[in-house]
């Protein structure tokens, strides 16, 4: 226990102290006062450095003035970093909070879906589908039975039929079973692993192959790996109405907000183990044989990751492009996410339009994303 009371010695005990400790006390002059020879002299005080100055809010005012001039009317945009959000801006009907359409928004979710199951050895990019559909030929004269599950992500299995063609995906009367079988039985368009070709087969087949070796439902598969975990609402999910058989390459609703948190785990490096795996660059020398009018469009020489698009400005795709990309994954309605893993930000632009007026809305909405990165990378000085 600490006293409460102080000792408190006698003038002539001081005295005696001060004369067997010294020789002496006293106020004798200041060569009396000084240090013993060869004690350390008191190191000089320092001065704390001043604060930081406080690093000043991004000016976002360049950004919101594009997105105001945007041909289309109803559109929220929003970024962050790995921070979360730090920016949301509302012009008319659409909100961040609100569930849309996010077509082939949707790929990179199912992406990320299955690359958590790769992570998690549930299977590999080399896995052949023959041994997750049961019906998959086995022939090794077939070349079907070299499709592998990577190539379903990367759009180089060969099966490269276009939502713009009749086929059973999204509809009803087809179990997602039954729907995989006919195009199966219908073989492929083109050498398994010989050329990209954006199309919804390769997911359809995909979501097939994920359902055999897990035995429970996309959505399901999805929530309990990637959605749950990250906070995300019941909203993002695929539609109703197609039974098990909707587009699982563009079928998806979500929000802004919830698209957010993906992103945001993304960019933060702590959704997956093997993130430079996941970024890897899928099409490498391959034929870009069949491109979206959407990326043809606006005239960009992109290449394709495990469900995503991996940016490149140029007339060429570099190299250079692979070190820090920019992925993208817009859908045909608007919706658009990309991250920059350069400049550290993610955004989203979030929009919802028909496909019947007279313009491609997927088209519009890259257009204004090229725009609106370095724009948003000098809001952030970065």
Partial sequence: ?????????????????CL??????GGGSSQAASSPVGAPSPAPSVSPSPAPPPVAAPDFTAVRNRVDQFAIANVALMVGDRSG???????????????????????????????LMVEDSRLAAET?????????????????????????????????????QPSCIGNAAFSLRGCVQQIHDAGPDSIPDQSFNY??????????????????SVDAIMRERLLAPLGVSAETRYTLGAGDNPTYSGGMRSTGEDYARVLTAILRGDLFANRA???????GSRAM???????????????????????????????????????????????????DFDKGYWAILVIEEPLNQGFDPAQRAIALEQELQPLIAAALRR
């Fill in 199 to 216: 199309g919804n087969e390769h997911m359809q087949i995909a979501a097939l192959a994920m359902i055999g070796r897990e035995g429970k």
């Fill in 277 to 283: 795996g996941f970024l890897t660059d899928r099409v």
């Fill in 128 to 164: 052949p589908v023959s041994t997750l559909i049961d019906f998959w030929s086995r022939d090794p004269a077939d070349p079907r039975s070299r499709v592998t599950f990577g190539q379903l992500f990367a759009f180089t299995s060969g099966f490269n039929g276009t939502s713009e």
């Fill in 20 to 25: 067997t400790a010294l020789g002496g006390c």
């Fill in 289 to 339: 044989a069949t491109v979206p009018p959407a990326i043809s469009g606006n005239a960009l020489a992109w290449r394709y990751g495990w469900g995503f698009w991996k940016e490149c400005d140029g007339p060429t795709y570099l190299a250079a492009c692979d070190s820090a990309p920019v992925i993208s994954s817009a859908g045909a309605f608007g919706f658009t996410p990309w991250i």
């Fill in 1 to 17: 226990m600490t006293s409460l009371f102080r000792f408190r010695r006698s003038p002539a005990l001081s005295a005696a102290l």
């Fill in 85 to 115: 959000t730090l920016l949301r801006y509302q012009r008319g009907t659409v909100t961040t909070d609100r569930p849309v359409f996010i077509a082939s928004a949707s790929k990179l979710l199912l992406g990320a879906t299955a690359w």
